[in-house]
């Protein structure tokens, strides 16, 4: 699988066809929304029409495999304008969705418009119902809840996705990349020339995984690569974590490890076991954040 991520404004069928014979076998369009407010509040400069001329031309050129991001938790959205940009979506027939909600950076434009009062705060209330609308919506059109924010058609679920959520190891390359091998997180430099720079002038390159580019650098405790391995895991809502293969990496248990948490959490309804694997309730979709925290 190699996805490449695309702006549905900035593709034509020439250029996703190059890409294509480049070795390009899956796209990911950054759709956000089919509601033009919507698109504006976010400064995006598409509008939907444009997304369905781009599902096309990816089509044109052999690319059938391609995921739609959409943004719920919007100032301003409401439940029946969230349910529009679905159904809108829907109507393309992707292979994959992935639908986030908005987090509200410090020191972005909204950021900034959440203090001067050009925008409301987002609503969680109104998330939550609109998550459950989407899983419901989903669910109807025959995609499978595979991770907490990622639907796909059966077979096509994202293998990036899977190898996060199943805590593997990837590298990361080029400029602003994140990667994880050899127990070790880092974080190249984010700046292009500075990248180049570092790597022309390499003398003896670190020892793996890291490179000269590398900005920072963390070598995973047992803890936390026991408490990375469960959150990442539990994020895969149909497969979750198998207790089995974590006792044998880990030299323990998950009780010996978490006991008295296992317990509450299971207690209040947000986690269960079934066939030998930890898995999120649905009550546990909505509050997962707070399930994963108690195991930091």
């Not at 994959?96 to 410090?106: A, G, K, N, V």
């Not at 010996?256 to 986690?271: N, P, S, V």
């Amino acid at each position: 699988e190699i996805t490449m991520e695309a702006n549905p404004g900035t593709v034509d069928e020439a250029y996703l066809t190059a890409v294509h014979t480049a070795g390009v076998n899956r796209l990911s369009f950054g759709v956000q929304s089919a509601i033009p407010a919507e698109l504006q509040l976010l400064e995006r400069e598409h509008d939907f029409p444009t997304v369905i001329e781009a599902v096309e031309m990816a089509r044109a050129a052999g690319l059938e495999n391609f995921n739609l991001d959409l943004i719920y938790g919007l100032p301003g959205q409401t439940l029946a304008s969230w349910e529009q940009s679905i159904r809108a979506a829907l109507a393309l027939d992707p292979a994959h969705l992935s639908l986030y909600c908005l987090t509200i950076e410090p020191g972005t434009p909204m950021q900034r418009w959440l203090e001067n009062g050009r925008i409301t705060p987002p609503d969680p209330d109104l998330a939550a119902d609109q998550y459950d609308l989407a899983c419901t919506l989903l669910a109807e059109a025959g995609l499978e809840h595979y991770e907490i924010s990622n639907w796909a058609k059966p077979g096509l679920a994202c293998e990036h996705n899977l190898t996060y959520w199943r805590n593997g190891e990837y590298l990361g390359l080029g400029a602003g990349a994140h990667g994880h091998a050899a127990g070790i997180r880092y974080e190249v430099v984010k700046q292009p020339r500075v990248y180049v720079r570092r790597m022309n002038t390499a003398v003896s390159p670190p020892t793996y995984p890291l490179t000269t580019a590398v900005a920072r650098c963390h070598t995973l405790t047992r803890r936390e690569a026991m408490s990375d391995t469960l959150i990442t895991q539990l994020r895969l809502l149909q497969e979750g974590l198998d207790t089995a293969v974590f006792a044998a990496q880990f030299d323990q248990t998950l009780e010996e490890a978490y006991g008295d948490t296992l317990l509450q959490l299971k207690e209040w309804g947000l986690l269960e076991e079934r066939n030998g694997r930890l898995l999120l309730t649905r009550k546990g979709w909505f509050l997962s954040n707070q399930v994963f925290y108690r195991f930091m």
